[in-house]
């Protein structure tokens, strides 16, 4: 059994989906912070663009407990953000202090002239960013997976100039 944490409105084909929202295509309404299923029940927990929601003080029992609901062998695979690369790009002129923010914390300000007290996208608190990743702290958190395997993209814009998330992909084995 696959399990997709998180999938929200674009859920992954293949996998049981669970979300804390009601959305379409949601499996399993809950807190992934604790999985309803028993030890060892899952091959895999994929998230894509999760992990960077909990607080830094959530994530060791968080990891234990998908650890947990993994077969051994079983397989995590997540995809946060990188924010050793936003920074770097901030700092290089290549984003915005405003895409900065947008990147490290998951929110962003609506544009134009009206006030500013109105929010374009996501802001209530289960969708702001908690915690920025970065390569050392992937290796400090994930010390109980028998393989670690952490890869990083570095890129923040297509080639049309629009703004692209770099991430962390994560794939560690039970």
């Known amino acids: 059994m ?3 944490i998180g999938g929200g409105k674009k859920p992954r084909e293949g996998y049981l989906q ?3 929202k009601k959305l379409p295509g949601i499996d399993v309404i809950g807190d992934v912070r604790k999985l309803p299923f028993k030890d060892g029940e899952l091959d895999e ?3 894509h663009w999760i992990l960077e929601h909990f607080a830094y003080q959530e994530i060791p029992d968080i990891l234990y407990e998908w650890k947990r609901a993994l077969k051994k062998g079983g397989l995590l695979h997540l995809v946060t953000n990188n924010g050793e690369a936003h920074i770097k790009a901030f700092f290089e002129k ?3 202090i405003h895409e900065l923010n ?3 914390f998951g929110v962003e300000l609506k544009k134009g ?3 500013q007290h109105e929010h374009s996208g996501n802001w209530k608190i289960e969708d702001l960013h908690k915690i920025i990743w970065t390569h050392e702290l992937v290796e400090y958190f994930f010390t109980g997976f028998s393989k670690l395997e952490i890869t990083e993209t570095w890129k923040h814009r297509e080639d049309n100039g629009s703004l692209k998330c ?3 992909i994560i794939k560690a084995i039970k």
């Open 2 to 4: 696959k399990l997709e």
């Open 18 to 20: 669970m979300d804390v």
């Open 45 to 47: 927990i994929f998230g």
């Open 94 to 96: 290549v984003i915005t």
């Open 102 to 104: 947008r990147m490290l």
């Open 113 to 115: 002239s009206e006030p």
């Open 166 to 168: 770099p991430g962390i």
